[in-house]
């Protein structure tokens, strides 16, 4: 009888630890500490900058706001992601989700070619970040699902006049360095190799920017699409 109990405990355990393995595995690459790199390997690039504001009235009617109670004050901004830029700012999928953007990063980053991944697989290949008073997000890896190397870019386009919301990294010899960011520039960087952050922002100041993923290769292997679901599932709970 004991025999039996013990087995149904051992499976009910390891059956526990099956389901949990890919959240702890997205725990231990977002924040266990790794090697980082310098200022060097944030590329800059220059890009340009869109003919219109549209997209500044999407925020209200399609974004996200972050509410920063549900995750522990780590992350606050408002984010519109890629079907929200669909439906209200399509002119900057044209310009931004675009294989221009590919090659000028691809050319920064020194790299053959950088592909974007599918909207259908990942609604956050691009999205729109704004920050507002009190917004910020804290020192973080970002996360990878895919077969191949993930690349974030990220360009400003809008920025006021006394922002205090800055691209922040921390190098290999733990030290603090901000990254400016002008109008018209982007930067491209390895966000699962840097830890990285955004500054709080001011009252009556605001920065938008948009963030791109790209990739070497952005095929998804089981093991990262099972990743990949309990990100959007620990996104979804604590409004990342
Ligand atoms: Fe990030």
């Known amino acids: 009888m004991w025999v039996v ?24 690459t977002d924040f266990l500490p790794k090697k980082s790199g310098t200022r060097d390997d944030v590329h800059y690039f220059g890009f340009p900058m869109p003919s219109t504001d549209i997209y500044m009235r999407c925020f209200d009617t399609h974004g996200d706001k972050k509410d920063p109670s549900r995750n522990f004050n780590t992350s606050s901004c408002t984010k519109l992601d890629y079907n929200g830029m669909a439906q209200c700012c399509p002119e900057l999928l044209e310009l931004y989700f675009s294989d221009e953007l590919c090659s000028a990063a691809a050319e920064a980053m020194g790299v053959e070619k950088l592909y974007l991944n599918d909207p259908q697989v990942d609604v956050n290949c691009i999205f729109l970040r704004k920050y507002v008073e009190g917004d910020h ?9 895919a077969i191949g190397t993930r690349y974030s870019a990220v360009i400003p386009l809008h920025v006021t006049q006394n922002n205090t919301s800055e691209f ?3 190098d290999r010899d733990n030290r603090i360095q901000i990254m400016p960011i002008s ?10 190799q840097i830890r990285h952050a955004i500054t709080g922002q ?13 990739y070497d290769n952005p095929r998804m292997n089981l093991w990262g699409k099972l990743r990949k679901k309990a990100r959007d599932l620990t996104y979804k709970s604590l409004s990342l």
Request: hydrophobic content about 60%; proline content about 2%; charged content about 5%.
């Open 168 to 170: 922040i990294m921390i």
């Open 5 to 28: 109990v013990v087995w149904v405990i051992v499976a009910v355990v390891v059956c526990l630890l099956t389901m949990c393995s890919p959240f702890i595995a997205n725990l231990c």
């Open 183 to 192: 109008l018209g520039q982007g930067v491209v960087y390895n966000g699962w």
């Open 202 to 214: 001011i009252q009556g100041e605001e920065r938008i920017v948009v963030v791109v993923h790209l």
């Open 137 to 145: 997000l804290a020192f973080h890896y970002d996360n990878n699902f």
